[in-house]
Each structure stands twice: as C-alpha cells, then as structure tokens.
C-alpha cells in the first residue's frame, strides 16, 4: 500500500473506534511491523500540527488516539449546548393529553386509560421538562402525581390550562362506547 492509503486507512481506524487503539492492532490491520506503523502515524502527527487542523493524535503509551485539540473546545461547546429536538411521538402526546386534562394524576391512573403501561412515556415528558411530580396521593403506597409544567403551557402557547380546548361530548361519549364494547369482549373471552 502506497503512503496515503495507509494513513488513510490509521485516520479511519483512529476516527471509527474513538479511543485508544495499540499500535501493535494498528500495525496488524496495514499489514506493517510496529516501528514502520509508529512512524506512519508519527509523519501524520507533524502533519496535522503543521497544516493546524482540528484535530490530533496523541500517544498514549503503546496506543494512539484521535481527538480534539483543545483550542477547539469553544466550538465544540458551542454545538454541544444546543437543545436537542425533541420529538413527540403520538404515544408521548397521548400520554400528555391524559396528564394535562386529568392532572394530578397517578401512573395507573394513565395506564388504566392508555391500556399499556406508561413509565417510559412518561419518564420522557419529565426530561423533556413538560410534565413533573406534583406531590403524592394519599393513598396506599402514596403514588406520585404528575401534572403539567410552565414550559408545557410554553410550548403549547397557552397562559393556562382553562385555554386547552373542551374534548368534544359528541368524541367522548364515542370513545366511552368504544371502550366498554373493548371490555365487555375481554370479559367474554
């Protein structure tokens, strides 16, 4: 393999396993002995320094590694402290729609209503900051209450829960069917 190919092939290795890899492994995947493998990854080391890229390799005892250098810190901080999208899927809104019209409310309160257990739904809504434990039922065990948060009201442009629109009686009194005919066939089987 000519120079570039081999160099090529250490970067990709280096940038592909994040972190430390032997040079005795780095020599082994080129097909070369250690010392020649050393002085290929060595060669690109000055070249990285000298061409002032973002990036290095630095040795760390018998292995190499490929990072950042830290005068690009800033500019990975940068990007890091942007929020990451988050989505809502129709299981996390339906589980929002549940707190936020039943608020407070427990766990198997929204399990009895979704059907399907909720804990990652509404693990989620908490990290995301829109839902939150709001005290505790006095009742046996004493079960969280979860209601909504201010940044719900924030990210659904609405200064109160009074704003959130009526559920129609015409939908519920559907849905109540619908949901007794359900039982009914389970309590049948």
Known sequence: MEQKKLQAAIEAILFAMGGSVELKKLAQA??????????????MMDR?????????????????????KKEMYEYLIRVAKQPKKQVLTDVLLETLSIIAYKQPVTKLEIEKI???????????????????????????????????????????????LDELPAPNPEQVAHFKEEAEDEVQLKLNL
């Open 30 to 43: 080129i097909g070369h002995d250690e010392e020649t493998t050393k002085k290929i990854i060595r060669q």
């Open 48 to 68: 990285y320094e000298k061409e002032d890229r973002g990036i290095r390799i630095i040795e760390l005892e018998a292995s190499f590694q490929m990072c950042t």
């Open 114 to 160: 979704r059907g399907v257990k909720s804990d990652h739904a509404v693990s989620k809504l908490v990290e995301y900051d829109l839902v939150e434990e709001v005290g505790r039922m006095d009742a046996p065990g004493k079960p969280l209450l979860f209601g909504t948060t201010e940044e719900f009201l924030r990210r659904f442009s609405v200064h109160s």
